[in-house]
Structures are given as C-alpha cells and as structure tokens.
C-alpha cells in the first residue's frame, strides 16, 4: 500500500504512530482519540521555512493558522520552532500567548472583531491587526485612541480570485465576505495613516484554503502587486506583506502543494516589492500529522449496505458531512480479510455522520479500531458536543514518547455546572 502517511505506518502489519504501536495507544487512552505526531509537524514546519527562507531577502516570519489546531501542546511546539501564530479571536489570542508565543509574532484575522476583542489585541501589544471592512477601523480608531497605544494595521485585500478549492473554504472572491477591494483599500490605508495611534504598515491577503495548486497564487500575486504599486505612488508606505496561508495537504493520493513551485513565484512576483513578508499556513504544517483512532463498534449488514458503526462521530471530525471531505481511513491491523465496499459511520442520528462513503476496506470486526488519516487539522478544533457526546481526547507523539494533551469536560461535569447555575 502506497503510504501518503509517513509519520503512520505498518510495521508487521500494525500501525505506527512514529515509533509507538496505535493499539497500545487505543488500550491506554480509550476511543475515539486523536493523535498527532510531533515530527511531522516539525518536518512540514522545516520544509515550509527553508523554501521560503531561500527565496526572502528577510526570513519571513510563518504564524501558523492556529484555528487548524489550536491546543497549547501543539503550539508550543510551534513556539519552540519560532513560528507566529495567525489568531481570528481574542480565545486564540488567549491560547497563543498562553503557550508563550511572543505577541511581536501574533497576528489577528478574522472579519467580525468586535470592539472588546480589538481592544484586548491592542492591550496585549499584538505584532498587527488585519482589518477587513470600513467599520472595523473605524472601531480600531477609537479603541487606540481610547487606549492611547499604537497598533500596526494591515488591510486585508480581496483579489477577486478563484482559489479550486470547495466553495466553502474559498475567501478570495468578490462575492465572499473577506478582505477589501484594492480601490477601497486605497481610501482605508489613507485614512489609518491620517488616524493618531494607527500605523498603516501592509497588506494581507487569504484566498482560500486546501489550495492544491500554487498557481491559483497568479493572479492574487499580480493584483497585490498593482496594489502595492498603486499604494506608493500615492506617497503611502508599505513594507510589510502577509500572505495568508491556504497550501494543500495529500487527502487520499493527490500530491501537496509544491512549496518549492510556491517559494518559486514569491521569489519571482513578491520579493521585488521589498517587503518584509508574512505567511498563516495552517493545514500544510498539522492536517497529516494527526489520524482520530476509532473502535468498530457493530458491522450492520443491511440488503443494500454493510455499515461499519464506529464510536467516532460526526462530533469528532465534521468535515466529511460538512465538506464532503475524503479521508483516507486505514485498518489499525491488518487482518487479512477480503475487500468489501462498505460505509463507515458514527453512531450520531443523522445519516451525515457518515466518514466515507462506499469505501473499499478489508471487513473489520467488532472491537477493531481504525485510523482515520488527515485529521489532525480542523478535526478537534471543529468539534462539539452533540448528542451529549464527549469529543476525542488528544495525544502528542514524539518518537517514542506520547502525552496526553487535551481532555474535554466529561457529561458529569456539564451537568454539575449546569445544575450550578439553575440553583
Ligand atoms: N489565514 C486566514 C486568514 C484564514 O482564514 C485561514 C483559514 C488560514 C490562514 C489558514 O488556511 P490553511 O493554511 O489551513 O488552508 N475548516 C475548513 C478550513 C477553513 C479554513 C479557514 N481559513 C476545513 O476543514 O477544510
């Protein structure tokens, strides 16, 4: 079997988690749970940074999309790589600062902060707000002034660009909710300079995410550049650029996104700008380095399906029933039994919970367990507690270490705070 996985893999059979069985694992932890691997977060982080740190005058400075998985385990071991972080809530301000990234390298996204989450990124002395609409600055303004603190401001720019991504997950086009027209953003810059306390200093930009392809980049890269262009004939001052993030990962056997084909075009059409550049990968550095380890809990035959009932959810992992996303998802061991097309399921009452579709896999048993891959972006993070279930807990692998990183509020819990507040 091809494996797309390299921090996952058979040895006799049994799956691996870098050096430590995912059975044992299973035995120790419960199911369903989540485990990331350390080395590979390091090895896409290092892959990330070298091409770009060839082709950038400055090292650019990579603040990982923490929205991807934002556990402090995970971004600690971002801070001990020197990433920034990408945050689109004062929560994950919170989060980043707690797992000691230095606010220089926080950066805070996202088109609806409200007027207390500006002043709490103000307060906390962030490396730059990226402001996305008219009303946003103008309640930056008054949360600087009422604070009396500078803040760096970048303006987040809508290209009007495909990204061949799903619709959901495109943030480019003029018709989403993202960014600024480059006319617009003429007007805006100028204004924030002429504001007291503000400091115009960039643009940024996000055109979408699991963007398979860099040359989706093109166009967005040729319309910053006007942009930049245009900005400084009109005597403005612009020296720093963010790029967003967006970079694909391997979901069943699609290659992911060449990172030397990326560096390449910003070297070519983002570097002769002169700017200090940003990137918010968030996907390219998490999504395979994690897998959710599920149990079968029944094979239901039915005339028409084999349903294989796992105890993880649509509540774990939502991103098939919300994207119809493929994940790849492997047996733990490998039994040897035929090939059977089958759907594997949560035990959640609704038939989106469902993991794959139609989906050859050797036939398990009651009690196997399965690895779904890709997961270790936008899997936790995404989770919730319908159906009264506890999302899967969390465990970092480093070799042959592993911990446990993140337990959610058991049921007992919700109900003794609840019962708090209806006493
Ligand atoms: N920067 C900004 C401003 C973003 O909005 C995003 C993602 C990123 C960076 C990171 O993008 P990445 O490198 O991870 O592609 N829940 C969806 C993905 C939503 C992405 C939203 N924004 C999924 O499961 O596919």
Same mark, same amino acid.
Do not use: W
């Given at each position: 079997?091809?494996?797309?996985?390299? +921090?996952?893999?058979?040895?006799?059979?049994?799956?691996?988690?870098?050096?430590? *069985?995912?059975?044992?694992?299973?035995?120790?932890?419960?199911?369903? &749970?989540?485990?990331?691997?350390?080395?590979?977060?390091?090895?896409?982080?290092?892959? &990330?940074?070298?091409?770009?740190?060839?082709?950038?005058?400055?090292?650019?400075?990579?603040?990982?999309?923490?929205?991807?998985?934002?556990?402090?385990?995970?971004?600690?071991?971002?801070?001990?790589?020197?990433?920034?972080?990408?945050?689109?809530?004062?929560?994950?301000?919170?989060?980043?600062?707690?797992?000691?990234?230095?606010?220089?390298?926080?950066?805070?996204?996202?088109?609806?902060?409200?007027?207390?989450?500006?002043?709490?990124?103000?307060?906390?002395?962030?490396?730059?707000?990226?402001?996305?609409?008219?009303?946003? /600055?103008?309640? /930056?303004?008054?949360?600087?002034?009422?604070?009396?603190?500078?803040?760096?401001?970048?303006?987040? +720019?809508?290209?009007?660009?495909?990204?061949?991504?799903?619709?959901?997950?495109?943030?480019?086009?003029?018709? =989403?909710? +993202?960014?600024?027209?480059?006319?617009?953003?003429?007007?805006?810059?100028?204004?924030?300079?002429?504001?007291?306390?503000?400091?115009?200093?960039?643009?940024? !930009? #996000?055109?979408?995410?699991?963007?398979?392809?860099?040359?989706? &980049?093109?166009?967005?890269?040729?319309?910053?550049?006007?942009?930049?262009?245009?900005? @400084?004939?009109?005597?403005?001052?612009?020296?720093?650029?963010? /790029?967003?993030?967006?970079?694909?990962?391997?979901?069943?056997?699609?290659?992911?996104?060449?990172?030397?084909?990326?560096?390449?075009?910003?070297?070519? !059409?983002?570097? *002769?700008?002169?700017?200090?550049?940003? +990137?918010? *990968?968030?996907?390219?550095?998490?999504?395979?380095?994690?897998?959710?380890?599920?149990?079968?809990?029944?094979?239901?035959?039915?005339?028409?399906?084999? #349903?294989?009932?796992?105890?993880?959810?649509?509540?774990?992992?939502? @991103?098939?029933? /919300?994207?119809?996303?493929? #994940?790849?998802?492997?047996?733990?061991?490998?039994?040897?039994?035929?090939?059977?097309?089958?759907?594997?399921?949560?035990?959640?009452?609704?038939?989106?919970?469902?993991?794959?579709? =139609?989906?050859?896999?050797?036939?398990?048993?009651?009690?196997?367990?399965?690895?779904? #891959?890709?997961?270790?972006?936008?899997?936790?993070?995404?989770?919730?507690?319908?159906?009264?279930?506890?999302?899967?807990?969390?465990?970092?692998?480093?070799?042959?270490?592993?911990?446990?990183?993140?337990?959610?509020?058991?049921?007992?819990?919700?109900?003794?705070?609840?019962?708090?507040?209806?006493?």
């Amino acid at each position: 079997m091809d494996n797309h996985f390299p +921090f996952f893999e058979y040895q006799d059979g049994e799956l691996y988690a870098e050096n430590i *069985p995912v059975r044992e694992l299973a035995k120790q932890y419960g199911t369903p &749970f989540y485990i990331y691997a350390a080395s590979s977060i390091r090895r896409q982080f290092t892959t &990330f940074q070298e091409a770009l740190n060839k082709v950038c005058a400055k090292p650019p400075l990579i603040a990982y999309a923490c929205k991807a998985n934002d556990r402090l385990g995970i971004l600690k071991l971002m801070n001990n790589l020197g990433a920034g972080v990408d945050v689109v809530s004062v929560g994950e301000m919170k989060r980043a600062l707690a797992a000691n990234i230095p606010a220089s390298k926080i950066i805070f996204s996202g088109v609806g902060k409200t007027e207390r989450e500006l002043e709490e990124a103000i307060e906390a002395g962030i490396r730059q707000i990226n402001i996305e609409s008219e009303p946003e /600055l103008k309640n /930056l303004a008054i949360a600087a002034e009422k604070l009396q603190k500078d803040i760096s401001v970048s303006i987040r +720019f809508n290209p009007d660009v495909e990204a061949g991504t799903h619709d959901k997950i495109s943030t480019g086009r003029s018709e =989403d909710k +993202f960014g600024v027209t480059a006319e617009r953003i003429i007007h805006l810059y100028k204004h924030a300079a002429e504001t007291k306390y503000l400091n115009p200093h960039g643009i940024s !930009m #996000h055109i979408g995410s699991q963007v398979a392809d860099p040359r989706y &980049f093109i166009p967005a890269f040729e319309r910053i550049n006007d942009l930049v262009h245009q900005l @400084r004939a009109e005597g403005l001052s612009v020296t720093e650029l963010d /790029l967003g993030g967006g970079l694909g990962i391997t979901y069943r056997d699609e290659p992911e996104a060449d990172i030397e084909a990326y560096a390449k075009l910003i070297k070519e !059409m983002i570097e *002769p700008l002169g700017c200090q550049l940003s +990137f918010e *990968p968030g996907r390219y550095l998490v999504g395979n380095a994690g897998i959710l380890v599920t149990k079968v809990i029944y094979v239901k035959e039915t005339d028409v399906k084999t #349903h294989v009932i796992c105890d993880a959810a649509m509540n774990d992992l939502i @991103r098939p029933a /919300l994207y119809e996303a493929y #994940h790849t998802i492997h047996p733990v061991i490998q039994n040897g039994a035929d090939i059977r097309t089958v759907d594997i399921v949560g035990p959640i009452c609704e038939s989106g919970d469902t993991h794959a579709k =139609d989906r050859p896999l050797p036939l398990p048993e009651e009690g196997d367990y399965l690895a779904i #891959h890709s997961a270790g972006a936008y899997g936790a993070t995404m989770s919730s507690y319908y159906n009264a279930r506890v999302p899967a807990c969390e465990v970092l692998v480093d070799g042959s270490d592993h911990t446990l990183i993140n337990r959610q509020e058991s049921i007992e819990q919700q109900i003794a705070r609840e019962k708090t507040l209806l006493s």
